[in-house]
């Protein structure tokens, strides 16, 4: 057990007698009332996001998680491959398991999987991946008066909207936790 005090932004908490890692952390103490703690928590078998004020003081229990390198190998009929960087031991996870993050998924790059002793919960993806804009609309010649954005497939098939000037063929950056364009990148 912990205070929540000691609680930050990657740790993994039982909350509900399921493991949530902590995605953010904010303290607050308003004018009336006591001080408290906002967290905002997903659920790593479900991946359902959750918030929860906790009262400063209250006890949590930590999870003690290890994150280990792998490999994004290849979809197949049954989930995703994996391969360990160290030991090129393969692991197969469950469609549920990957949820929606596999489309920001591209072969050879590398993931974190999250490990409760020898049992997997979770896959965590980078925060930031160049992905390389598959199919988009042309943009029309003279229409940059305002921050006009339209519909841009990836080569993972993951949908986003990008800015008018972004062509097919162009890589962009992607943040994969809101799935949103960031900027366009040079190769």
Known sequence: MASINEVKSGNV???NKDNYAVDYVEFRKPGKGGAFYQLKLRNLLTGSKAEHKFRSGESVELVRIERHAYQYLYKDGEGYAFMNNDT????TLPKEMVGDQYLYMKENENVSLMFEGEKILSIEIPSHVNLIISHTEP???GDTAT???KPATLETGAKVTVPLFINEGDKIRVDTSLGTYIERVKN
């Open 13 to 15: 908490i039982k909350y």
């Open 88 to 91: 090129y031991e393969q692991v």
């Open 139 to 141: 943009g029309i010649k």
């Open 147 to 149: 921050n006009v954005m």
